[in-house]
């Protein structure tokens, strides 16, 4: 079955700085990776998601890049401010008729004021 | 439109109880998935629901049993609670095929002592 690597576990970065958020797929037949975000207590909420036919998607502050060969996307948050304080989930997916998503083990992410 | 909502919020239950963990979603939603969330493991999927009248096992079905009673609910049955079981659990449903963004509940914090 597919398996969901994430890196790092735990990021701190300065309001106003960039964070990176790396995953790593095993199966080449994912072609849907969404990325939740958790705040504390809360549930899991999609914040942006990306499609094996498209090699970049942005939102705002948020950007997701995907590369296909190397079986790899990343989450990019620019200007950070400390409401992005959660923990951030990548995922992934085959095309089926339940689309169960593999999700990756989490990144706690900080915003420091 | 409440989307998707769990009960319990919460349940203390002893070793050998067994429980039932329900959900219900008004987004006529065709997949419906439970997971379970513990540090630093990410959401593991348990069982998940394609359609009304099927279910699946996910990545770590066992000491668990579901029912998909209708294409609004799907309830995660322990039949005997063990300690590994303490966790949070999350239901969660999604339109299916290329409609892919999956909505979680609440989620449920078990804790089997």
């Known amino acids: 079955g597919e398996n969901v690597e994430q890196h790092p576990s735990t990021l701190s970065v300065q309001e106003g700085d960039s964070a990176v958020i790396k995953c790593t797929y095993s199966?080449?037949?994912?072609?849907?990776f969404p990325w939740y975000k958790q705040e504390l207590g809360k549930r899991p909420q999609l914040i942006i998601d990306i499609r094996s036919n498209v090699g970049e998607k942005k939102d705002q502050r948020i950007a997701v890049t995907l590369n296909k060969t190397a079986k790899h996307f990343s989450l990019h948050i620019t200007e950070t401010q400390p409401e992005d304080s959660a923990v951030y989930f990548c995922?992934?997916?085959?095309?089926?008729?339940?689309?169960?998503?593999?999700f990756g083990s989490g990144t706690q992410l900080t915003v420091l004021p | 439109n409440a989307g998707v909502t769990q009960t319990p919020k919460f349940q203390v239950l002893k070793t050998g109880q067994s429980m039932t963990l329900q959900c219900a979603q008004d987004m006529n939603h065709n997949s419906m998935y439970w997971y379970r969330q513990d540090p630093g493991m990410g959401l593991r999927l348990i069982y998940y629901?394609?359609?009304?009248?099927?279910?699946d096992k996910g990545e770590v079905p066992n000491g668990y049993n579901v029912s998909r009673l209708n294409k609004r609910e799907f309830s995660l049955r322990l039949e005997s609670a063990a300690p590994s079981q303490t966790s949070v659990y999350f239901c969660?449903?999604?339109?299916?095929?290329?409609?892919?963004?999956?909505?979680f509940g609440q989620g449920t914090r078990l804790t089997v002592v």
């Open positions: 995922a992934a997916s085959t095309a089926g008729s339940a689309r169960q998503l593999t």
């Open positions: 629901s394609a359609s009304e009248g099927t279910t």
């Open positions: 969660a449903s999604s339109a299916g095929r290329r409609n892919t963004e999956a909505f």
């Open positions: 199966d080449s037949a994912s072609n849907y």
